[in-house]
């Protein structure tokens, strides 16, 4: 597959979009390309072997091809496991995403690719002005859009597309991650959003035994992303 950098958003917190960066990071590297990851915002860190570690930034840097120091791939590591602006309060640190930029900036130049992983959904709060969504704006990449599918998933994936629209992005494509394997209807709801939503499905990845970036891949053709059309 080609280089392809993105911001990867979800539907909300804890519905696959570290899974599915992965994957998408595991594809580029097994095809030879040079690729880093980014995850900006990291909330939930454990001091292990003279390090802060959360799961996210390890597992992102497990299928890298352009390993990077952790302090250029996530400025914000914050120990609470909360909302961003809360964890970054409690920490007296203020979230800059000018600052995120350069980062990223610096994290392109050494890589042909690079996969940045959001924090949450697409509207969480950084600071008193700022959002998430204003990252992926000053990022200007096009967006992987991760639906975890679940009661509820349908309006949840539409407001998302409609305000990475808002903000000028290009909905590059969409993965519908199975989050309820129980649920009612499942291919009805797929269909449902392939109906409304303007970019291409990448794959339907179910509820996987053991989640992995590789056993994510296996369902995912990236090749369907469309990444032609640069950002406005
Ligand atoms: N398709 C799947 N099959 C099995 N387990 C999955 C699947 N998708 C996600 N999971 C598991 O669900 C949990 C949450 O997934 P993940 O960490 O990728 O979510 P996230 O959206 O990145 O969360 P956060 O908002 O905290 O960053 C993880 O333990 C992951 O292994
Ligand atoms: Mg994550």
Redesign the pocket.
């Known amino acids: 597959m080609k280089p392809c950098s993105c911001f990867v958003t979800?539907t909300?917190?804890?519905?696959?979009?570290?899974?599915?960066?992965s994957a998408l990071i595991h594809a580029q590297a097994k095809a030879g390309v040079h690729v880093a990851a980014m995850k900006p915002i990291a909330a939930?860190a454990q001091w292990l072997d003279g390090a802060w570690h959360n799961?996210?930034v390890d597992?992102l840097a497990a299928e890298v091809s352009c390993p990077l120091p952790t302090s250029l791939t996530t400025p914000y590591l914050f120990e609470m496991p909360a909302a961003p602006h809360l964890a970054a309060e409690q920490e007296g640190v203020d979230i800059d995403v000018g600052l995120i930029l350069r980062h990223f900036e610096a994290v392109q130049q050494q890589a042909q690719a690079v996969v940045v992983?959001g924090?949450?959904g697409f509207c969480v709060p950084l600071g008193a002005r700022t959002d998430t969504a204003d990252l992926a704006q000053q990022l200007a990449l096009p967006v992987v859009l991760?639906v975890?599918m679940r009661l509820g998933c349908i309006s949840m994936a539409l407001l998302t597309a409609q305000a990475i629209a808002t903000r000028g992005l290009h909905l590059a494509g969409w993965v519908a991650?199975?989050?309820d394997p129980t649920m009612a209807l499942f291919e009805g709801n797929v269909k449902a959003l392939q109906d409304r939503l303007d970019a291409p499905l990448i794959g339907v990845?179910?509820?996987?035994?053991t989640?992995s970036a590789a056993a994510?891949a296996a369902h995912l053709n990236w090749n369907a992303l469309r990444t032609a059309q640069a950002p406005r």
């Open positions: 979800g909300d917190t804890e519905i696959g979009k570290t899974l599915i960066s939930g799961e996210d597992m992983e924090v949450g991760v975890g991650n199975t989050v990845v179910p509820r996987l035994e989640p994510a």
